[in-house]
């Protein structure tokens, strides 16, 4: 099974600034197949990126995935009120899909 | 609008039983695999089970393999998850998540809002 690590686990920034989120996994994930999402309290996961780099449907543009291999890279390009979350990287690449644990982007 | 709405959640005591549904609208139920994810209090997210949407095939994380039972019935667009056996590590939110195709090894992009199993005597 392959294991993703997320860091850092916690990222402080104020809005404006840019998020920059790490996904790095224990072997190559093929053909980049790696999905992040977002989760808010209350509300269901939303995917916002999928095949590494390709954004969801209605997903703004300041946020950007990129990476192949073992290392993957979820950026915000400028942290907007509601980004204010937790995001978790996903490799569906080879069974079990597995998950990271997840970074918290908080407020500084 | 695609949604999904998991119910049966609850408190239930080690080694006993509970059976989770998904009620799945706005979208074709049987041309779509269909998930069950469950995140720990503090926790990642987990993969637990999936089914997919054409031959009905199952499959399960190594965790609950034997334990828990995965169904869907395409005639009501429900999703279920049969939990037996019941033990204090299951303890966790449970979300039914779809899959992007019929077929499993795909992301998930729709999720519900999840209901919480608590396993404690």
């Known amino acids: 099974e392959i294991l993703l690590t997320q860091s850092p686990g916690t990222l402080s920034l104020s809005p404006g600034e840019r998020a920059t989120l790490s996904c790095r996994a224990s072997q190559s994930v093929s053909s980049s197949f790696l999905a992040w999402y977002q989760q808010k309290p209350g509300q269901a996961l939303r995917l916002l990126i999928y095949?590494?780099?390709t954004r969801a449907t209605g997903i703004p543009d300041r946020f950007s995935g990129s990476g192949s291999g073992t290392d993957f890279t979820l950026t915000i390009s400028r942290l907007e009120p509601e980004d204010f979350a937790v995001y978790h990287c996903q490799q569906y690449g080879s069974s079990p899909r597995t998950f990271g644990q997840g970074t918290k982007v908080e407020v500084k | 609008e695609v949604q999904l709405l998991e119910s049966g959640g609850g408190l239930v005591q080690p080694g006993g039983s509970l059976r989770l549904s998904c009620a799945a609208s706005?979208?074709?139920?049987?041309?779509?695999?269909m998930n069950w994810v469950r995140q720990a209090p503090g926790k990642g997210l987990e993969w637990v089970s999936g089914i997919s949407g054409s031959d009905g095939s199952t499959s399960y994380a190594d965790s609950v393999k034997g334990r828990f039972t995965i169904s869907r019935d395409n005639s009501k667009n429900t999703l279920s998850l049969q939990m037996n056996s019941l033990r204090a590590e299951d303890t966790a939110v449970y979300y039914c998540a779809k899959d992007w195709s019929g077929f499993f090894l795909n992301w998930f992009d729709t999720w519900g809002q999840g209901t919480l199993v608590t396993v404690s005597s």
């Open positions: 706005g979208f074709t139920f049987s041309n779509y695999a």
């Open positions: 095949g590494a780099s």
